[in-house]
């Protein structure tokens, strides 16, 4: 839950890094998030089946949209990549697998362009 304020804190920051935990600990916490409104839109009938999703879910994922980009851009700074990396997702299937595969990797040792490790914070 830490890890989860932590984001929603740094909002639209773009810059600096991320560590694995910080992001991966996110996601976790929008997918949790994500089934309970999705079970509570189902209940209370506020669900679209066409469009599939409910209201309490859209105005959810429209809130956290921001923060998950931010903290996608910073853990990919933290593997020293750029956040323009993050279009390769366009790409189906394997945009989204090459993705995952950054988000796993470990983090750069030491500083980089994009600022020093969180690790040794």
Do not use: C
């Not at 909002?11 to 991320?18: D, E, I, L, Q």
């Not at 700074?77 to 995952?100: E, F, K, M, Q």
């Amino acid at each position: 839950m830490n890890w989860y304020i932590t984001v929603l804190k740094k909002y639209a920051v773009f810059s600096g890094r991320a560590r694995r935990s910080e992001y991966w600990f996110f996601v976790l916490f929008n997918i949790i998030v994500s089934f309970v409104l999705g079970f509570i839109d189902g209940m209370l009938g506020l669900g679209n089946p066409e469009a599939g999703i409910g209201i309490l879910s859209l105005i959810y994922a429209l809130a956290v949209l921001i923060p998950s980009i931010a903290v996608g851009v910073r853990r990919l700074h933290d593997t020293n990549r750029s956040g323009w990396w993050l279009l390769i997702s366009l790409i189906p299937l394997i945009g989204a697998i090459v993705l995952i595969v950054f988000f796993v990797l470990d983090s750069q040792p030491g500083e980089n362009r994009f600022g020093p490790n969180p690790k040794g914070m």
